[in-house]
């Protein structure tokens, strides 16, 4: 599998010719690719926009300085199966619909959940379904069933998630029944939450439970889940409405990874077998 590309670095594009005849194939028998399609066909690349700073589903390989992690190896299959290679351009979480918005990438693949208030902006090609938790020092006391239960305590969340939404959600129903409210400490990346919570400044994350195992396979025995699996949610690629043509490219070429094993092969590369999408 070959290694992802990252903005502003130049690399070896696929011939347009190449691409154009790969995506061809993909959308045969669907209604005439439009102009920004033809664009990204003519690069020989997709850009995606991301948030390099989500381990394991996409961050930077501190010895490459290159995008890795499950995202990221979904991103390339996608590409390859369109015939193009992928770049990412590191964009904070909070700024990759806006950043989308104003043409800085062709589409958005960052961990980004799939829900009914982003698809009214974005059309989505889901490729996995994964959960949050509330997550503590492996020393903490802290244990919980539901976020309420969190009344009076400090929790960090990654700025512009729907993690951050559910946290301020819990803590406005606290303060209507009279409890004390949740200090929600909304941070720019889920690194700087998990550094938070590691110096003692919030006595929780509430975040992926994808990324504190990631966290603890690197520094084993360094966190733990202070709940339940809390909310599952089906992330996607992202594209603008009025993109139909790069939403039907980008959904056949997923298909097509499920077909040709690379999507399995992705899969197992990050041990996301309970949150994989079926054919």
């Known amino acids: 599998m070959s290694k992802p590309k990252q903005l502003p670095m130049r690399s070896k594009y696929l011939s347009a010719f190449a691409a154009a005849a790969c995506l061809g194939t993909i959308l045969a028998g669907s209604a005439a690719a439009g102009e920004v399609l033809d664009k990204i066909k003519a690069s020989g690349k997709i850009v995606y926009c991301s948030d390099l700073s989500v381990p394991p589903f996409i961050y930077l390989d501190p010895k490459t300085v290159q995008a890795t992690g499950f995202d990221a190896d979904i991103g390339i299959a996608v590409a390859k199966a369109m015939g193009l290679e992928a770049q990412y351009k590191n964009i904070g979480f909070d700024g990759l619909i806006p950043a989308l918005q104003a043409g800085q990438c062709d589409a958005i693949l960052s ?101 504190e195992a990631d966290y603890n396979k690197q520094n084993p025995g360094a966190l733990k889940l202070a709940s339940p699996q809390t909310s599952t949610f089906y992330t996607g690629i992202a594209t603008i409405k009025k993109d139909a043509d790069v939403h039907e490219a980008l959904d056949a070429a997923f298909k097509k990874t499920q077909a040709d094993g690379s999507y399995d092969a992705v899969v197992k590369k990050w041990s996301f077998e309970s949150m994989a999408m079926k054919p």
Do not use: C, H
């Not at 961990?111 to 994964?130: G, I, Q, S």
């Not at 129903?173 to 409210?181: A, F, M, N, R, T």
């Open 111 to 211: 961990a980004l959940f799939d829900k009914p208030a982003r698809r009214e902006v974005v059309d989505f090609v889901d490729y996995a379904n994964v959960g949050n938790a509330v997550i503590v020092k492996a020393d903490s006391p802290l244990s919980i069933a539901r976020l309420v239960d969190l009344s009076g305590k400090r929790v960090a969340v990654e700025r512009g998630s729907v993690n951050e939404q559910e946290v301020v959600e819990a803590s406005d129903e606290l303060v209507k029944q009279g409890k004390p409210k949740i200090s929600v400490v909304s941070l720019p990346k889920a690194t700087d939450a998990i550094q938070q919570l590691l110096t003692g400044l919030v006595d929780a994350f509430y975040g992926g439970t994808a990324t």
